[in-house]
């Protein structure tokens, strides 16, 4: 049998914008600068960050991932919902019809997005020749086994299979912190 490993990246909270809207909250014709490079093959944190305004509470430097996006997402988990006072969905990134909106601020003007808040399902990134190996087709549903200090295992890990992706599990903060998870910590695809 082969060992599925994979490794483990927490993801924060973190936004993703349009060009459209990068321009309204930084100004005409801006463009993100790369302060890092991230785990996925061309995405990157942004030096830049904006203020993430709920009903209930605000985020005063949320990090944006570059590069820019067709529509604008924003991604947190279930506590930094309640903070904010929003209830968004569990989805796949991209998938933001009917989600939570939200009041976005930046040094150059604001915009309010009704929809495009999301806690983003756990899900593993697999480069093709990845999938191959495993076994793993596209959307299908995971069990991944953690094996730490307080072991678990993640029931519903979305696969994602693409040329452009490169093997990565991501699991929100919320989840990270319930296990003792942290970066780089490995796990096991069980099926």
Do not use: W
């Amino acid at each position: 049998m082969i060992h599925r490993g994979v490794l483990i990246g927490v993801s924060a909270r973190h936004i993703h914008l349009s060009q459209e809207h990068v321009e309204i909250l930084f100004g005409t014709g801006y463009a993100l600068t790369e302060m890092k490079p991230l785990s996925q093959p061309g995405q990157y944190a942004a030096n830049e960050t904006v203020a993430v305004v709920g009903p209930k509470g605000t985020f005063a430097k949320v990090r944006i991932l570059g590069p820019t996006r067709k529509e604008t997402q924003l991604e947190v988990s279930r506590t930094d919902a309640f903070a904010l006072g929003v209830n968004p969905p569990v989805r796949e990134s991209g998938d933001t019809k009917g989600s939570a909106g939200i009041k976005l601020q930046g040094p150059a003007g604001e915009v309010t997005i009704e929809e495009g808040v999301i806690v983003a399902a756990r899900h593993i990134h697999f480069h093709t020749s990845d999938a191959e190996r495993y076994g793993i087709s596209d959307k299908q549903s995971l069990r991944v086994r953690f094996a730490g200090e307080r072991g678990v295992v993640f029931e519903n890990v979305v696969a994602r299979v693409s040329e452009q992706f490169a093997l990565d599990m991501h699991i929100d903060t919320d989840e990270a912190n319930a296990a003792g998870v942290k970066n780089g910590d490995m796990a096991e695809i069980i099926d």
